[in-house]
């Protein structure tokens, strides 16, 4: 049996030694999460008959996990989505004026290859931030940098940051996701004679 710290059973004295220094190189490298599982997988490793590369691999690809893991979350702390949603949680039924295909392509994310601004059109309560909301996860999900704002809050910044003499500095902020998020919320101007339709420009 193993626990944390712990050589697996069946070892010598050599091997015990080999074993501490391989978690103490593992702790320096700040690997710590390879370390913490590096029992188990040698025990994994011995009762699998896995080779050398094998156990390797599952030990760093545990480490990897755990480290894109982080990353992820920081993402989303960074994001600062209002809320949790996702496209799979998007009910086209009950709103057919928005474009399913056209919101699944979106989905794909092509359009920040090509730097393209999309425009969520159409009167409260058709799922414009909502929409919003799940295509900006789904570019968390996928890796990039996202900030999700509303449009009164980015003003207020701007506003405040000109002020104060920090326009470049707001700037910067503003302009280093790839993905940035701006919530009209109810803005009369775009939806005047949309009807009950969700248009995407």
Request: aromatic share 6%; with cysteine.
């Amino acid at each position: 049996m193993t626990g944390p710290g712990t050589a697996p059973v069946h070892t010598t004295s050599a091997e015990a030694g080999i074993y501490q220094r391989l978690r103490a190189h593992l702790a320096y490298l700040k690997l710590l999460d390879a370390a913490q599982a590096l029992p188990a997988v040698l025990d994994q490793a011995r009762d699998e008959g896995l080779g050398l590369t094998a156990a390797l691999e599952r030990l760093l690809g545990i480490e990897a996990a755990a480290v894109e893991a982080r990353r992820q979350a920081g993402r989303l702390r960074f994001a600062s989505l209002p809320e949790p949603w996702t496209l799979d949680q998007f009910d086209f039924a009950a709103q057919p004026g928005v474009d399913e295909a056209l919101v699944r392509d979106l989905a794909t994310l092509r359009f920040l290859d090509d730097a393209t601004n999309v425009l969520l059109i159409g009167p409260p309560g058709v799922g414009k931030t909502m929409l919003a909301i799940c295509l900006a996860r789904a570019a968390v999900d996928a890796g990039h940098r996202v900030y999700f704002t509303s449009a009164a809050d980015l003003a207020a910044r701007c506003h405040r940051a000109a002020l104060e003499g920090r326009w470049n500095t707001c700037m910067r902020f503003f302009a280093g996701p790839k993905l940035l998020v701006i919530d009209l919320c109810r803005h009369r101007d775009y939806a005047e004679g949309a009807g009950d339709r969700l248009r995407v420009a």
